[in-house]
């Protein structure tokens, strides 16, 4: 009976692993579509935010990109329980909250005990709303920061679907980084054309 029960309950385990793994590898090709296909960086990151909590059954999930020059993070795109993009934390200042620290010290902070956590300040609204766990990752390329990708949850968060995180948070930092190199040499190009233009106006005055 013992070895019968073992055996049912190893299965179980199986079976569920394999069933996580589909539903992240789903996230996986979900955010690579939204990169891929989508045309702004709004409609990138907003696509991403609803993957996250439409495949991971996450309470809300938020990214917030780095303004440079003001050295302060801009939420972007929210899905979940949560999608107004104005608020307190519309503009996180850089080494500020939890989202802030992450962006600062460019390392993730993930927990399953969300109440009690000091990193989270407002213990009231995570005892009302019930939540549970938290991930947050920087969005990094070649060591530079270019956001923050954070996720609530009202249930655990196993480490196999952290790790997807960590992944997906690299995904989308790539995302962030191509559509502003993109967007720069759009501008590039847009001002080159107007020299022209203005160049070739006045010689024809000149003339």
């Not at 927990?111 to 920087?138: L, Y």
């Not at 190199?181 to 054309?193: G, P, V």
């Amino acid at each position: 009976v013992l070895g019968l029960y073992l055996d049912i309950t190893d299965r179980k385990r199986a079976e569920r692993a394999l069933s996580q793994r589909s539903v992240l590898s789903s996230l996986s090709a979900e955010i690579s579509t939204a990169i891929t296909q989508s045309d702004s960086l709004s409609s990138i990151l907003d696509r991403c935010c609803k993957a996250l909590v439409g495949r991971l059954d996450a309470a809300f999930a938020r990214v917030w990109t780095l303004n440079k020059s003001e050295n302060v993070l801009e939420l972007q795109a929210s899905a979940g329980m949560y999608t107004h993009l104005d608020g307190d934390h519309a503009r996180i200042p850089m080494g500020k909250f939890k989202i802030g620290l992450i962006a600062q010290e460019g390392k993730p902070h993930w927990t399953n005990q969300v109440i009690g956590d000091p990193q989270v300040g407002d213990q009231g609204w995570a005892i009302r709303e019930k939540m549970v766990a938290f991930a947050g990752h920087p969005l990094n390329v070649e060591g530079e920061i270019v956001g923050v990708m954070a996720v609530f949850a009202r249930h655990p968060l196993a480490q196999l679907t952290v790790d997807a995180l960590a992944l997906a948070a690299d995904s989308i930092a790539l995302g962030i980084h191509r559509k502003r190199a993109d967007e720069d040499l759009r501008q590039a190009k847009i001002a080159a054309e107007a020299a022209s233009r203005a160049k070739s106006d006045f010689l024809a005055n000149m003339s």
